[in-house]
């Protein structure tokens, strides 16, 4: 049996030719958020339950259909940490602090990727962003402390 032509609707489609290049897909195919929510919900699950392919598929999806959102490039690379792709879960690490550089969760996951790729001076230098994330803030006191330990690590390059 042939697989059907197509069930992309037809404006759909045309939004697919002629937008630009940076409208996310999501927008492209008429996805609505709420796709994108119950999407987020299934891979957020899967991570809990530390079924590390399927969160790492369903991430992988999400910043398919729009890569501009913090939460699912963060979720990809823990998913992808997880699995020991630590390359992959860095780079995964850096787009979502690109989207929210105030945000020092990214820099401090990707610390811990640089350190098991062994890269003494990309660990010092995330581990930096990382610490000057957390500043002062109260809310994040307890990663600021995580991050202090990690120094040791960082500066002997483990």
């Known amino acids: 049996m042939m697989a059907e032509a197509?069930?992309?609707?037809p404006?759909?489609?045309?939004?697919?030719?002629?937008?630009d290049p940076f409208t996310p897909n999501q927008e492209r195919l008429g996805i609505a958020d709420s796709i994108l929510d119950n999407y987020y919900m299934a891979a957020t699950l899967y991570l809990q339950e530390k079924q590390w392919d399927a969160a790492r598929d369903c991430f992988t999806f999400l910043v398919f259909l729009n890569p501009y959102f913090y939460h699912f490039w963060l979720g990809l690379g823990i998913a992808l940490q997880s699995m020991s792709l630590y390359e992959e879960a860095f780079v995964s690490y850096a787009l979502?602090?690109?989207?929210?550089?105030?945000?020092?969760?990214s820099f401090a996951?990707?610390?811990?990727?640089?350190i098991a790729l062994n890269d003494k001076d990309l660990a010092a230098y995330v581990h930096q962003k990382a610490v000057a994330c957390c500043a002062n803030k109260a809310e994040h006191a307890a990663l600021k402390r995580s991050l202090n330990s990690y120094k040791e690590k960082v500066d002997a390059g483990e």
């Open 11 to 19: 404006e759909h489609l045309e939004n697919l030719l002629k937008s």
């Open 6 to 9: 197509s069930k992309i609707a």
């Open 109 to 114: 996951n990707a610390v811990q990727c640089a």
């Open 96 to 105: 979502a602090g690109a989207l929210d550089p105030e945000d020092p969760s």
